[in-house]
């Protein structure tokens, strides 16, 4: 536990002396709001239910429920609620969305790629594979966040 301690003083001290790299990072790396909701959408056939959009994003229902309306209102998104349980909302994309999905796609793996260029082929196999893990650390334990 020592040792875990110093590692998280090392990373936590590295953070706070490069913050604007660490910014660029993250925008890198990860996407937001309506991207990560087209992302989602793109990557399972183009529906999904409004819940399943929360688990796999994270984000409230509230949040969600904004990001589907402006997904709507832009008609990147059709909503349609279940047929046998009202409660349910199934969230297909249009054709626009479709390719909207597939711009933000191509936006986000172009990001990968400029981040992965600065690393040679063996620490890009090795941060896929931390990433890997620790995502599924945290899938596996929503106390972490």
Same mark, same amino acid.
Do not use: P
């Given at each position: ?6 590692? &998280? ?23 937001? *709001? ?9 990557? #399972? ?5 409004? *819940? ?12 969600? &429920? @904004? ?22 909302? #199934?969230? #297909?994309?249009?054709? &626009? ?13 172009? @990001? ?20 890997? #893990? ?7 334990? &929503?106390?972490?966040?």
């Amino acid at each position: 536990m020592e040792d875990q301690t110093r590692q &998280a003083e090392g990373i936590t001290q590295l953070y706070c002396q490069r913050l604007r790299a660490f910014s660029r990072l993250s925008s890198l790396l990860f996407t937001s *709001g309506e991207d990560s909701v087209l992302l989602c959408l793109i990557t #399972h056939e183009g529906t999904l239910l409004s *819940g399943d959009i929360m688990a796999l994003t994270g984000l409230t229902s509230g949040r969600v &429920a @904004n990001i589907l309306r402006q997904l709507e209102a832009k008609k990147w998104i059709q909503r349609l609620q279940d047929a046998s349980d009202k409660r349910k909302v #199934h969230v #297909h994309l249009t054709d &626009a969305g479709q390719k909207q999905s597939e711009k933000v796609l191509l936006h986000t793996r172009a @990001n990968h790629q400029k981040m992965v260029q600065y690393l040679r082929h063996d620490e890009a196999q090795q941060m896929l594979l931390l990433l890997e #893990h620790l995502s599924a650390c945290l899938d596996a334990s &929503a106390s972490l966040v």
